[in-house]
């Protein structure tokens, strides 16, 4: 293992390459709906030879040198591991967020092929991705089932989703909307690559993040410096994040983040197998298979969708007056402690035992997930994962963010 300089910064490096730090253009743009940006990652079981011999690199140099990467095109493969401690309660909680992304529908009427639905089975399990991009007109991601597959193509101003379990494709043009009202091809959101990783979590890299380089890895056939980030506030829920950055191209090609609870990692993304030559044209062609059922984005008439797709409307923009009536969230502290503070619409509470119109399911994955709290604010219920947890008042005030129980009932206290 090369000496390199591990010596710490408090963020200045961090800092400094934001204004010009390249977007990540060429990634596929998917949304895991309800899920923080960090919840996606890789087995650790990454293909590894020993830590390789590299030139000295300080964490500045090494920061700069992803923002200044600009590889636009590869192809691999990914393995994705997300574990943030949900209990799976029979898939009840998949359920949830699938209806969430779904307007309230259960499915019906769209398109099992939808990126908006299909992908939020990413937020939790083991996952195997192939990925290829040619510039920022050009993406595939496909995961790999073992029985099954579904792929997400961007080829110019089309994008095609296919499910092959269910034999139904999903497609939308550059200037479409998408069956839930958004002005866009597909769905924007959560990185699903270390590079964009990477990229939000050195957003967070301020003056309350050491930084270091720690040492070298060997990462998909390719040698890599590690970049450790530690916040160094007490409170985060977030241990360290450790990023692999290419020595050659500065893409990075693994993502840890460790938890400060300690255990299996939360996230940990990374490669197994990455080639940064031009993909074969074919990678981002795609024609419907015979016999299979097409849904159009902008058609959603032709489902049956579009009277539901409306009501779901109307009723978020009544929720968004109502949440906007009781003030934009307030942000309490700072750097990995900061903490939001909102009011629910209308100051409404979580459903109590006795109520009689919450499932006996539901109200068993509420309590599985949260823990009764009291203090000078009141009294309410801390729903936790491994990485985010929320404190819910009983008179409707929400506190959340990458800190502990702890500290949620110190800033309601506060409050």
């Known amino acids: 293992m090369a000496p390199n300089d591990s010596a710490e910064t408090n963020g200045t490096a961090a800092r400094r390459p934001a204004g010009r730090r390249k977007a990540a253009r060429y990634i596929v743009p998917v949304a895991v709906a309800g899920v923080a940006a960090a919840t996606i990652g890789l087995v650790p079981a990454l293909a590894s030879s020993g830590d390789p011999d590299l030139p000295k690199i300080t964490a500045q140099e090494l920061i700069e040198k992803i923002a200044a990467s600009d590889t636009e095109q590869f192809s691999g493969t990914v393995k994705i591991s997300t574990d943030l401690g949900i209990p799976s309660m029979g898939g009840l909680a998949g359920s949830f967020l699938s209806g969430a992304t779904e307007g309230g529908d259960g499915g019906k009427g769209g398109s099992s092929a939808d990126p908006q639905s299909k992908l939020t089975e990413l937020a939790s399990g083991t996952h195997t991705l192939r990925v290829a991009a040619d510039g920022p007109d050009k993406q595939r991601l ?8 579904y792929s997400l193509i961007h080829n110019g101003d089309e994008v095609w989703a296919y499910d092959s379990g269910s034999n139904e494709v999903y497609h939308a043009d550059g200037k479409g909307k998408a069956p839930h009202g958004k002005e866009q091809a597909a769905p924007e959101g959560v990185p699903t690559t270390p590079k964009a990783l990477a ?12 930084v270091s380089v720690d040492g070298t890895a060997r990462v998909a056939g390719r040698d890599a410096y590690r970049l450790v980030l530690k916040p160094e506030q007490k409170g985060s829920t977030v241990g ?3 990023v692999a950055v290419d020595a050659e191209n500065g893409v990075p090609l693994k993502f840890t983040l460790q938890p400060s609870s300690g255990g299996k990692a939360v996230v940990d993304a990374g490669f197994t197998s990455v080639d940064f030559g031009k993909p074969a044209a074919s990678s981002f062609a795609f024609t419907p298979p015979k016999g299979a059922k097409v849904t159009e984005a902008d058609d959603a008439k032709a489902e049956g969708h579009q009277k539901e797709a409306r009501k779901a409307a109307e009723k978020a923009q009544g929720d968004l007056a109502k949440f906007e009536g009781e003030g934009a969230p307030k942000i309490i502290g700072k750097g990995w402690n900061s903490i939001a503070e909102f009011k629910t619409p209308g100051g409404a509470a979580l459903p109590s035992e006795a109520s009689k119109d919450v499932p006996a399911e539901a109200q068993q994955f509420l309590d599985a997930l949260g823990d009764k709290v009291s203090g000078k604010f009141g009294s309410g219920t801390v729903f936790k994962t491994r990485l985010i ?3 819910m008042t009983d008179d409707g ?11 949620l009932v110190a800033a309601a206290n506060a409050g």
């Open 389 to 391: 947890n929320a404190l």
């Open 240 to 242: 360290s994040i450790t």
């Open 397 to 407: 005030r929400v506190y959340v963010g990458a800190v502990t129980k702890d500290a």
């Open 142 to 149: 496909s995961v790999l089932d073992q029985a099954s597959e």
């Open 199 to 210: 990229e939000e979590a050195l957003k967070a890299a301020d003056g309350t993040t050491s």
